[in-house]
């Protein structure tokens, strides 16, 4: 299984972004996603987690970003608005999902894509 994110970039405050990631390879299900960053110098945090019937946000970036999946091409997506200088960060994405019907859940992540806000 592969976890392939883009959509990074340099965008000024305020501004927006959408990063995508997309998971190949052998999926029966996908359990949960997330979106992870990490700024330098600083360990990496959450900043979106979607199940099925849920999303979840941490107060930093809770109103701004939004989730979304598409279960049939099994995708994520993250739109950020109003981004911040202290957005900066590599952005990651995560799956955890089963392989195969009878297979153990499995975590995955993605490379990272840098997301560059400039006051």
């Known amino acids: 299984v592969q976890l392939q994110a883009s959509g990074g970039g340099l965008v000024q405050a305020g501004g927006s972004l959408r990063l995508s990631c997309a998971a190949s390879g052998s999926i029966f299900t996908i359990n949960a996603w997330g979106w992870y960053r990490q700024a330098p110098g600083k360990q990496r945090e959450l900043v979106a987690h979607?199940?099925?019937?849920?999303?979840d946000y941490p107060d930093s970036v809770k109103g701004r970003f939004t989730i979304s999946r598409d279960n049939a091409k099994n995708t994520v997506s993250l739109q950020m608005t109003s981004l911040k200088p202290e957005d900066t960060a590599i952005y990651y994405c995560?799956?955890?999902?089963?392989?195969?019907?009878?297979?153990?859940?499995?975590?995955?992540w993605g490379r990272g894509t840098l997301v560059t806000v400039s006051s």
């Open positions: 979607a199940t099925d019937d849920n999303t």
């Open positions: 995560s799956a955890d999902l089963k392989g195969t019907y009878d297979s153990p859940n499995s975590f995955y």
